[in-house]
């Protein structure tokens, strides 16, 4: 074996930890090129809105004036429970849904089955733990009364 020879040795470790440096270099290199591909990928999918988005955006705008920014979309599931607890929903259905305007501060309520926009409302403030609108005070329903008869 004659690479183990005393006068071979360092040249052997020498040339093991420059391939193993170039190895990492290039190991290095190539994830992070990965990486930086990646991470534009999400930065240009988070800017350009989903096209249904972009269609029902365009539909809202047919029969109203919207704020000029990008709305968080949200869906009524449960309008049962939230006409009992916000007069803003009172008229919702399942299914219909939210267009919130954080900047604008204005929500806006469409149903897309009836191309109507059903209720709008200016927003107070939004929970900063949830980013869910908080309507301003005295919209929730008020408790009936015995007489329903006017």
């Not at 989903?50 to 920014?69: G, N, R, S």
Request: charged letters at 20%; a negative charge; hydrophobic letters at 35%.
């Amino acid at each position: 074996m004659q690479f183990l020879k005393k006068e071979y040795v360092p040249f052997f470790v020498i040339s093991s930890i420059a391939v193993v440096s170039l190895l990492g270099i290039g190991s290095g290199l190539y994830f992070y090129r990965q990486y930086a591909s990646h991470k534009q990928t999400v930065q240009n999918s988070e800017n350009t809105p989903v096209p249904e988005t972009q269609d029902l955006i365009a539909k809202v705008q047919k029969l109203i004036l919207l704020p000029d920014e990008e709305p968080q979309i949200m869906t009524v599931t449960n309008a049962d429970d939230l006409k009992k607890t916000q007069l803003f929903f009172q008229d919702a259905h399942d299914d219909d849904t939210v267009l919130i305007f954080k900047n604008a501060k204005k929500a806006y309520i469409y149903r897309q089955s009836e191309n109507i926009i059903i209720n709008m409302a200016p927003i107070k403030n939004l929970d900063q733990k949830t980013d869910v609108p908080i309507l301003p005070q005295g919209d929730t329903l008020p408790e009936k009364t015995g007489n329903t008869n006017p």
